[in-house]
């Protein structure tokens, strides 16, 4: 009885595991569209090409490589295009990041990394430092949960306190 029963859980195991393989057996992705990519699983590294304004990069990544990206920093509002502050602006990131190697860091997870104009939506880093942050900590971007929340809402409010109290930037 017991070599019965032995025999009957090993075959129940040996099924099993065969059934497991062939139910983890997965065929291979479909192929992206073309002109999509995979997505970075949380950050990438990239050069900036171009500074649109005080809250938009263009950058040509380079770990992984890929088409060029625009980058919407997360957490911030800087002046639009014809709004006071926006040159001011703009040159404070043209500064700061032009031509440098950054790193781009995602908040989120897949689709909620662009927003409606399909700028990835990131929080910029520069030799260690969240350019973000910065950007608001010189006044010349607010604190904005516009486009979701932020990991780094108490250091940007903290940020915008100190630029406010320090007439600095578009708060002078």
Request: charged share 30%.
């Amino acid at each position: 009885m017991n070599t019965r029963w032995i025999a009957i859980v090993a075959g129940v195991a040996i099924a099993s595991g065969g059934l497991g393989f062939v139910a983890g057996r997965r065929s291979a992705p479909a192929p992206l569209p073309e002109g999509v990519r995979a997505a970075p699983e949380s950050e990438f590294t990239a050069t900036v090409v171009r500074v649109g304004d005080g809250d938009t990069i263009d950058v040509a990544p380079t770990d992984p490589p890929a088409p060029n990206e625009k980058i919407r920093l997360l957490g911030i509002d800087a002046p639009a295009l014809g709004e006071k502050w926006c040159t001011e602006s703009t040159n404070a990131l043209r500064t700061l990041v032009q031509g440098k190697s950054i790193r781009v860091e995602f908040e989120r997870e897949g689709e909620g990394r662009r927003d409606k104009s399909e700028r990835v939506l990131g929080y910029v880093v520069l030799d260690g430092q969240n350019v973000n942050v910065e950007m608001v900590r010189q006044g010349w971007a607010r604190y904005s949960d516009k486009h979701g929340g932020t990991r780094f809402a108490a250091e940007l409010r903290s940020a915008e306190d100190e630029s406010r109290s320090g007439k600095r930037g578009m708060w002078k």
